[in-house]
């Protein structure tokens, strides 16, 4: 399997992956194993912690393929929730937390400050998506996918069949009238 992700469509990248192509595995090891482990590591705080989830991370997506589901978004996407629920999970498992505990509010993972008794807030608690709403169609749908998706400009881009050029200008022009919105 070629090294350049460009060349690689994720349906063929699937198909192989499911036929349990150990190539195909290894170039997708290759392709998102460190976007993955910053993930990780930004949970657990714990470089050698991070390193050992990372391998049982992808120990996971080997053996659970058939629980990805297309229609419902990306590979990328699917492999970042699996990354950041088993971080999670090694959080809750571990037995003396540092400063902070974990909590999920569905989607949202929120980090509790023990000692001020304060959490970062959720967006939409504090009006952010309800902001968000009120930009145009084009750039809503943009800032939705990547900055609540996670998607890539790149992914956007593709996603939407849009020149990346376009994709970035759009994203620019949104934030800056969300600025203007939030400052309203």
């Known amino acids: 399997m070629k090294r350049q992700s460009s060349l690689v469509s994720e349906s063929v990248l699937l198909e192989k992956l499911i036929r349990r192509d150990q190539q195909a595995f290894q170039w997708l090891y290759d392709q998102y194993s460190a976007a993955l482990y910053g993930v990780v590591?930004?949970?657990?705080?714990?470089?050698?912690?991070a390193q050992d989830l990372l391998q049982d991370i992808f120990v996971k997506i080997w053996k659970n393929l058939d629980a990805y589901d297309a229609t419902k978004g990306r590979l990328f996407t699917w492999m970042l929730n699996v990354s950041r629920n088993t971080a999670i999970d090694a959080l809750r498992a571990r037995k003396t937390q540092p400063s902070g505990a974990?909590?999920?509010?569905?989607?949202?993972v929120h980090i509790v400050d023990r000692q001020h008794h304060t959490e970062q807030p959720n967006p939409d608690h504090i009006g952010v998506q309800e902001v968000v709403n009120r930009l145009?169609?084009?750039?809503k749908q943009l800032i939705d996918l990547v900055y609540f998706g996670g998607y890539t400009h790149e992914e956007a881009a593709e996603e939407l069949n849009l020149p990346l050029g376009t994709v970035k200008t759009r994203i620019r022009a949104a934030?800056?009238?969300l600025k203007q919105l939030f400052k309203s």
Do not use: A, Y
């Not at 974990?102 to 949202?108: A, G, H, L, V």
């Not at 145009?136 to 750039?139: A, E, I, M």
């Open 136 to 139: 145009r169609p084009d750039r």
């Open 41 to 49: 590591l930004r949970i657990v705080r714990d470089d050698e912690q």
């Open 175 to 177: 934030l800056q009238e």
């Open 102 to 108: 974990i909590r999920t509010d569905e989607e949202s």
